[in-house]
């Protein structure tokens, strides 16, 4: 059974960084095909791509944010974290991590980030 | 950047109808779409993938179809655990997947 689960700061400043950790079970990230995503959603809106780290350490991350955000993973640890900088109030969401294989197939239960002094 | 927009914004039917779901891509991603059902509270999960296979233990009663550009969520049935809001999802072109706005169906 794939599990994962998402774990961070509850509550951000303006100009902060982000660091979120995905920890997960269930499967490898060293096997082929397989990834790991970052999704989120703002209260009452839409879902949005943010990154995703597959196996071989191939990463992707949505253009309008590539700027402020870094993927990375320890397979060792089953762990993946997302780092976001200068974080803003309309970055305030939930955010999901996900495994992926060919599609997000499994979702951990989501955390939720509020950007405010 | 592929735009998916979804229609209706709002679906009403009443448990036992049939609901049409619709998506659209702004160019096309082959069969590369998928489905995801959330319920208010949870995260959203896997209905669809390849725009007509279920995943695993998605009853019958949903269904996908189309290529291309247009594609359709099809629930035969209503039942009351199906009233929740339905986002399609490419994931033909990269660097990233794209998300629809959503459809939410409710009970009329």
């Known amino acids: 059974q794939i599990t994962l689960k998402e774990s961070g700061p509850t509550l951000v400043k303006p100009t902060q960084t982000l660091t979120l950790t995905c920890t997960f079970s269930g499967f490898s990230l060293s096997t082929s095909g397989v990834g790991v995503g970052w999704i989120r959603q703002p209260p009452g809106k839409a879902l949005e791509w943010l990154a995703l780290i597959y196996w071989n350490d191939d990463k992707r991350y949505s253009p309008s944010l590539k700027s402020r955000l870094t993927i990375t993973k320890d397979t060792s640890k089953n762990q993946v974290v997302l780092t976001m900088t200068n974080m803003d109030p309309v970055d305030t969401a939930t955010y999901y991590c996900?495994?992926?294989?060919?599609?997000?197939?499994?979702w951990g239960q989501g955390t939720m980030v509020t950007v405010s002094s | 950047e592929i735009v998916m927009t979804q229609s209706p914004a709002t679906l009403s039917v009443s448990p036992g109808e049939r609901a049409t779901l619709s998506c659209r891509a702004s160019q096309s991603v082959s069969s590369n779409l998928a489905w995801y059902q959330q319920k208010p509270g949870q995260a959203p999960r896997l209905l669809i993938y390849?725009?007509?296979t279920r995943a695993t233990g998605i009853p019958a009663r949903f269904s996908g179809s189309g290529s291309g550009t247009e594609f359709t969520l099809t629930i035969s049935s209503l039942q009351s655990e199906d009233f929740a809001v339905y986002y399609c999802q490419q994931y033909n072109n990269w660097p990233i997947f794209t998300f629809g706005p959503g459809t939410k169906v409710d009970i009329k």
């Open positions: 390849g725009a007509s």
């Open positions: 996900a495994h992926v294989d060919i599609v997000a197939t499994a």
